[in-house]
């Protein structure tokens, strides 16, 4: 639960490589502010809709992919999070790239 909603704003550890890289970094605040509003449009309803479908389940399953149906969806959908993963991960790490140069 609560790891979810801590990985959901990960991207937060770059924010301020964000900025530094903005043509026009005083309208920070407010691009911020929408994307957050973007991430919880995204985030919100999906997640609520797993938790109210499969929430029981997910109490002895860590996988909420396993209790979908098998079917290409699903398949696509593994796919997609493991390139966002791979995605993240460069995200997270940019700090640490620019304190070793």
């Known amino acids: 639960g609560a790891t979810n909603i801590l990985y959901t704003f ?7 490589e964000i900025m530094h890289a903005m043509w026009k970094p005083q309208k920070f605040k407010a ?8 991430v919880l449009t995204l985030t919100l309803p999906s997640a609520s809709a797993v ?34 993963q791979f995605i ?9 790239y620019f304190v070793w140069e």
Request: proline letters at 5%.
């Open 88 to 96: 993240t991960f460069g995200f997270a790490c940019t700090p640490l």
């Open 51 to 84: 938790y109210w479908a499969f929430g029981d389940m997910l109490l002895d399953h860590s996988n909420a992919f396993s209790l979908l149906p098998r079917s290409p969806f699903r398949d696509m959908a593994v796919i997609l999070m493991l390139i966002h």
């Open 31 to 38: 691009i911020y502010l929408l994307a957050t509003l973007y």
């Open 10 to 16: 990960g991207g937060h550890a770059v924010t301020v």
